[in-house]
């Protein structure tokens, strides 16, 4: 089934220590998008990506980056995590990026900072 | 400031009855709406959708209504079943804007049997 991959399911990091978390689709999808979900708050928009074009959106923090190496890749790097940055990091893709374009999610990646 | 919002965490329904699930936004500008639906350990799925040109959309058990002067959203499932316990997230965008969506918080709904 063509789907939306994220690894790992649950990922821990120190305070400040730099993480990475991955994204894969089989669904050839030309946009590709992280979304960052606090507990019990709505899945906020970090970033999103049409084809090569990179769009970040105004009140992402410079310690949010993403990387898309191929159609098929998307990751999210997160330089130096703070407390706050505990969520579930949800990527999605959809076909276009028109307005009635269905976005496809992932099970997610949960962070922990300790 | 949050442009969409989901006022009831939680919903209780009988199995068989009527399940109403309420959204408001903020935002005027807004002009298509979506349901997702979301299981535990799985990402959202979407559900429904309406554009802001219509005022009712409908899919077998599932309807959403638009009352784009009151600023509000709702979807209805009827008749609910056990198989319909899940988060729902109601979202919207902005044609301009491409598909950048925003979502609110989320409803748990629990249909009981």
């Known amino acids: 089934d063509a789907m939306v991959i994220q690894n790992p399911r649950y990922q821990v990091t120190q305070f400040g220590k730099p993480v990475t978390l991955s994204c894969s689709q089989t669904l050839n999808h030309n946009v590709m998008y992280w979304y960052q979900q606090k507990s019990s708050q709505a899945p906020k928009l970090l970033f999103h990506y049409y084809d090569k074009d990179f769009n970040n959106e105004a009140d992402t923090p410079d310690n949010f980056q993403s990387r898309r190496p191929n159609t098929s890749f998307c990751f999210l790097d997160i330089r130096s995590p703070g407390l706050g940055d505990a969520a579930m990091y949800l990527c999605?893709?959809?076909?276009?990026?028109?307005?009635?374009?269905?976005?496809?999610f992932g099970p997610g990646t949960r962070l922990l900072v300790l | 400031d949050q442009q969409v919002k989901q006022n009831s965490p939680s919903l209780s329904v009988q199995e068989g009855r009527i399940s109403i699930l309420n959204c408001d936004y903020t935002?005027?500008?807004?002009?298509?709406f979506l349901w997702y639906k979301k299981y535990p350990a799985e990402g959202p799925t979407f559900l429904i959708s309406i554009s802001s040109i219509k005022d009712k959309n409908e899919d077998g058990r599932f309807t959403v209504f638009l009352n784009k002067s009151a600023k509000h959203l709702s979807l209805h499932i009827v008749p609910s079943q056990p198989g319909d316990s899940a988060v729902y997230f109601c979202a919207a965008s902005r044609a301009e804007y491409g598909n950048k969506l925003v979502f609110g918080a989320g409803t748990i709904l629990r249909v009981k049997s």
């Open positions: 935002n005027s500008m807004f002009d298509y």
């Open positions: 999605a893709t959809s076909r276009a990026s028109g307005a009635q374009e269905t976005q496809y």
